[in-house]
C-alpha cells in the first residue's frame, strides 16, 4: 500500500510517499480502509523527534493518530464488521491506505469523512480541558485561538454548555469566531483591556488552544493562574499554568464523548471547520501549515 513515510527526524522535508507492507487486523481488531486521515500538532512534533521517550519511534514511520474510514478487515472477536464506517485513533499510522483502528466509533452517516475526522482529538482535547477548568452554566471563558480547530470545538461545546465565550482570534476571522457563539477579540497589546470591554462582568477562566502567548494576560483577567490552562504553551508551568496534554482519560469515556459530538455534528449543532485537504504527495505542506500555527480550521490528508 501506499504511505506518508519519514526515516529521519527533520522538518517537512523528511516526509516522503513510500509502497509499505499493509498492515493486517489481529485478534480483536480491525483494519481501515482510510478515507481521511487528520493533521495534528502532534504529528510534525513526533517527526521532529520532540516526542521521544514518549512517542518512540521506529523508521520508517507513517505518521497520523486520526482516522475515518471503512472497516475492510475484522479480526476474531473485534467489535466492528466489514463495512461499518468508523472514526477516531489508529494504531498505526493513518496517512495511509489502511491502518489498524485503535479506539474508534461508528460514523453517522450525516456526517462527512473531513467532519468526522475533525473531530476526535478536537472534541477530546477540549472537553479535558473544561472539565479540568470545572467552568460551570453561567460563566464567563476566555479561548485563545477561537478560530483554529480545537478553539472553534472549544467555543461550541462551551457555549452549548451555557458559557459566554470570549475568542481570540485575527481579525479576518472574527465573523466565523462570532458564528460560533463567542465574542471575538483580537490578539497582540491591548488585550487585557478589550477582553474587559467585552465581558464587563469578569473573566472566571481561560483556556489557551494556539501557544502564541495571552496567558500573562489572562491570569490578570482572572486574578491567578489558578483556572487557566494551556495545550500549546509548554512555559507555562512558569506562571503556574497547567499544561494539559491528555493520555489519561478512560478509552470507554472518550468514546462517549465522540459519539455525543458526531451525534450533535450530524444535526448540525457542532461544526467542524475544514481548512484544507491535501494528497499524500502534499502531506509535507500540510504539516508545514500545521508547524506555523496558521491554520484556519482542520487539515486533512486523503489517500
Do not use: C
Not at 514518549?54 to 463495512?83: H, K, N
Not at 475526522?117 to 479540568?132: H, I, N, W, Y
Not at 475568542?167 to 491591548?190: I, K
Request: net charge negative.
Amino acid at each position: 500500500m501506499q504511505a506518508v513515510v519519514f526515516e529521519e527526524f527533520g522538518g517537512p522535508e523528511v516526509l516522503t510517499v513510500s509502497d509499505v507492507p499493509e498492515p493486517q487486523a489481529g485478534a480483536g481488531q480491525v483494519r481501515i480502509k482510510v478515507h481521511a486521515a487528520g493533521v495534528n500538532p502532534m504529528d510534525w512534533k513526533i517527526r521532529r523527534g520532540y516526542l521521544q521517550g514518549t512517542f518512540d519511534v521506529t523508521f520508517p514511520a507513517t505518521p497520523g493518530v486520526e482516522v475515518a474510514g471503512v472497516v475492510d478487515q475484522a479480526g476474531e472477536g473485534a467489535d466492528f464488521a466489514v463495512g461499518d464506517e468508523v472514526v477516531g485513533w489508529a494504531a498505526t499510522g493513518s496517512y495511509a491506505e489502511y491502518a489498524i483502528a485503535g479506539n474508534v466509533t461508528r460514523k453517522p452517516a450525516g456526517v462527512t469523512w473531513a467532519q468526522a475526522v475533525g473531530l476526535p482529538v478536537a472534541g477530546e482535547t477540549s472537553q479535558r480541558v473544561l472539565d479540568l477548568l470545572g467552568v460551570k452554566s453561567g460563566e464567563t471563558l476566555l479561548i485563545h485561538g477561537a478560530a483554529g480547530a480545537v478553539g472553534s470545538v472549544a467555543v461550541q461545546l462551551a457555549v452549548a454548555a451555557g458559557l459566554t465565550v470570549i475568542g481570540t482570534a485575527s481579525a479576518g476571522n472574527h465573523d466565523f469566531v462570532r458564528s460560533l457563539g463567542a465574542t471575538p477579540v483580537e490578539y497582540g497589546d491591548g488585550l487585557v483591556d478589550r477582553v474587559r470591554a467585552a465581558a464587563p462582568q469578569g473573566v472566571d477562566a481561560a483556556f489557551d488552544t494556539a501557544g502564541k502567548g495571552g496567558l500573562k494576560e489572562s491570569i490578570e483577567l482572572i486574578g491567578g493562574p489558578e483556572r487557566v490552562a494551556t495545550i500549546a504553551d509548554f512555559g507555562a508551568a512558569e506562571l503556574g499554568v497547567a499544561v494539559s496534554s491528555g493520555g489519561d482519560t478512560d478509552p470507554a469515556q472518550v468514546r462517549a464523548g465522540l459519539d455525543a459530538q458526531l451525534a450533535a455534528a450530524a444535526e448540525g449543532k457542532l461544526t467542524v471547520r475544514v481548512a484544507e485537504t491535501f494528497g499524500f504527495a502534499d502531506a509535507a505542506k500540510a504539516q508545514e501549515i500545521s508547524e506555523g500555527g496558521h491554520a484556519q480550521g482542520k487539515l486533512i490528508v486523503q489517500p
